[in-house]
T-cell receptor, first 113, second 109 residues
Framework: ETGVTQTPRHLVMGMTNKKSLKCEQHLGHNAMYWYKQSAKKPLELMFVYSLEERVENNSVPSRFSPECPNSSHLFLHLHTLQPEDSALYLC????????????FGPGTRLTVT | DAKTTQPTSMDCAEGRAANLPCNHSTISGNEYVYWYRQIHSQGPQYIIHGLKNNETNEMASLIITEDRKSSTLILPHATLRDTAVYYCIVRGSARQLTFGSGTQLTVLP
């Protein structure tokens, strides 16, 4: 596997479910990001991890909980989501010193019913 | 970070050059111009970036005006696979990229 991978690619969950999104990067990067892309809206940055420490949290509701166990893996734990949380969730990575040259995964299309 | 303005959509004939403009009239001296694109149902892809000099790589060329208030991304020979939303982003010291609405480029056969 090369680049940035995300699993699952599609997820349908009920509002009472708990699920997790997984991201893995094979680029030797040390910064990772979660973005949300809702229909007809620009990408919104949710979380930034640098060297496995969370460095930014852009006022994201607590029903989204990130985890970065090492520099290659990033998770987004989901619980009691709302239908308006349905969106494409994108993971990206970069070298810490080149934070704007980010490499994105294909995304997880999440539908909350 | 400076705000950018891009046309909502553009068309380009296959094989011709696609010139995508971006206005960033409030750009400051230490802010770079970045271009990304997002093909439908995929994650964004980094294309190129620059500060004041023109830049070229295997994907595209970036032309920045002398006053740095605008720039143009050039895809020299557009193909159908270049159909995507193209984002112009200006960033200084902030850690994050701020994506706007971008330009939907449609390459026509």
């Amino acid at each position: 596997e090369t680049g940035v991978t995300q699993t699952p690619r599609h997820l349908v969950m009920g509002m009472t479910n708990k699920k997790s999104l997984k991201c893995e990067q094979h680029l030797g990067h040390n910064a990772m990001y979660w973005y949300k892309q809702s229909a007809k809206k620009p990408l919104e940055l949710m979380f930034v991890y640098s060297l496995e420490e969370r460095v930014e949290n852009n006022s994201v509701p607590s029903r989204f909980s990130p985890e970065c166990p090492n520099s290659s893996h990033l998770f987004l734990h989901l619980h009691t989501l709302q239908p308006e949380d349905s969106a494409l969730y994108l993971c990206a990575s970069s070298q810490e010193r080149l934070v704007t040259e980010q490499y994105f995964g294909p995304g997880t299309r999440l539908t909350v019913t | 970070d400076a705000k950018t303005t891009q046309p909502t959509s553009m068309d380009c004939a296959e094989g011709r050059a696609a010139n995508l403009p971006c206005n960033h009239s409030t750009i400051s001296g230490n802010e770079y111009v970045y271009w990304y694109r997002q093909i439908h149902s995929q994650g964004p892809q980094y294309i190129i970036h620059g500060l004041k000099n023109n830049e070229t790589n295997e994907m595209a060329s970036l032309i920045i005006t002398e006053d740095r208030k605008s720039s143009t991304l050039i895809l020299p020979h557009a193909t159908l696979r270049d159909t995507a939303v193209y984002y112009c982003i200006v960033r200084g010291s902030a850690r994050q990229l701020t994506f706007g609405s971008g330009t939907q480029l449609t390459v026509l056969p």
